[in-house]
């Protein structure tokens, strides 16, 4: 099946850092990846939508500056979280999906994210 | 945009028991509508989705039934097992547009 793998599973930072995030699609071509955080006990929100060689789409509320996204290839996205404060600390989701008018996307494993 | 409402936040049965969790949505274009089941500290499992030109699909102890026209979809657990217990979210989307998720319901299948 569809495999996406992220990493790294958690980390730990000092607040002002900023932290690289992995998105890889193992065994199929994502034309779209997107990247979701969730706090504890809520649901999964939205931050952006990128596709392969173009610029991320961010949800309004999501600071672009702060959360950069790079969807370089079509297995690699990446978001750099920019000068971390600990209220970005939370679990970050990313998914793929294999192009247009296939819906289904496959997620990651997700990233825990500390700020201290 | 989108808006997904979910109810209960919280459900809890007995073994054995049904469960039912529903869904609305708001955008009349959408026409994609997974449900998830998400343990803690884990990614969301897709169990079953269905798409807009079908009004009920079933796999095993799982159903989900979607009316277009009151625009709500639920998810039906029959016979429910202590594994069955997670938290489980639906979404909507509009083809291979991105999902939109409800608020999520804590499900706790009791012994």
Redesign the interface.
């Known amino acids: 099946g569809a495999v996406v793998s992220q990493h790294p599973s958690w980390v730990i930072c000092k607040s002002g850092t900023s932290v690289k995030i992995e998105c890889r699609s193992l065994d199929f071509q994502a034309t779209?990846m997107?990247w979701y955080r969730q706090f504890p006990k809520?649901?999964?929100?939205?931050m952006a939508?990128s596709n392969e060689g173009s610029k991320a789409t961010y949800e309004q509320g999501v600071e672009k500056d702060k959360f950069l996204i790079n969807h370089a290839s079509l297995t690699l996205s990446t978001l750099t979280v920019t000068s971390a404060h600990p209220e970005d600390s939370s679990?970050y989701?990313c998914?793929a999906?294999g192009?247009?008018?296939?819906?289904?996307?496959f997620?990651?494993?997700?990233t825990?994210l500390t700020v201290l | 945009g989108e808006n997904v409402e979910q109810h209960p936040s919280t459900l809890s049965v007995q073994e054995g028991d049904s469960a039912v969790i529903k869904c609305t949505y708001s955008d009349s274009a959408s026409n994609y509508f997974p449900w998830y089941k998400q343990e803690l500290g884990k990614r969301p499992q897709l169990i079953i989705d269905i798409r807009s030109n079908v009004g009920e699909k079933k796999d095993q102890r799982i159903a989900v039934t979607l009316n277009k026209t009151a625009k709500h979809f639920s998810l039906h657990i029959t016979e429910t097992q202590p594994e069955d217990s997670a938290v489980y979210f639906c979404a909507a989307s509009q083809g291979a547009q991105k999902l939109v998720f409800g608020q999520g319901t804590r499900l706790t299948i009791n012994p």
């Open positions: 779209t997107f809520q649901s999964l929100m939205l939508t679990f989701i998914s999906s192009g247009s008018g296939y819906n289904e996307q997620f990651g494993p997700g825990r």
